[in-house]
Nanobody, 119 residues
Framework: QVHLVESGGGLVQAGGSLGLSCAAS????????MAWYRQAPGKQRELVAA???????NYTDSVKGRFTISRDNAKNTVYLQMNRLKPEDTAVYYC?????????????WGQGTQVTVSS
């Protein structure tokens, strides 16, 4: 079992910055990919950014050059630094991790944190 707890988020004006963090606890040794997803009202949840255990990253096109994902494996924490925020970045942001055991893989989610960007 892995438990993910997000922090950060809030309200910011367009062009501003926010940082999110997500701390994992429990059976963290099996965590490989960590990521951030978001879901805006009336839309499907989408991948924002992902980072592997070796810190290889990928981003959805709309955030490239503005958002940076990073992780601290010693602290079992993943971060998302969001710069030059736009109103269309408004969503609930969810932390995600993929956990692999000897027998299977599991997906874990955080509870979500609201990010609101005002125009």
């Amino acid at each position: 079992q892995v438990h993910l707890v997000e922090s950060g988020g809030g309200l910011v004006q367009a062009g501003g910055s926010l940082g999110l963090s997500c701390a994992a606890s429990g059976s963290t040794s099996g965590i490989n990919v960590m990521a951030w997803y978001r879901q805006a009202p009336g839309k499907q949840r989408e991948l924002v950014a992902a980072i592997s255990s070796t810190s290889s990253t990928n981003y959805t096109d709309s955030v490239k050059g503005r958002f940076t994902i990073s992780r601290d494996n010693a602290k079992n924490t993943v971060y998302l630094q969001m710069n030059r925020l736009k109103p269309e970045d408004t969503a609930v942001y969810y932390c995600y991790c993929k956990y692999s055991s000897r027998w299977s893989t599991y997906d874990y989610w955080g509870q979500g944190t609201q990010v609101t960007v005002s125009s």
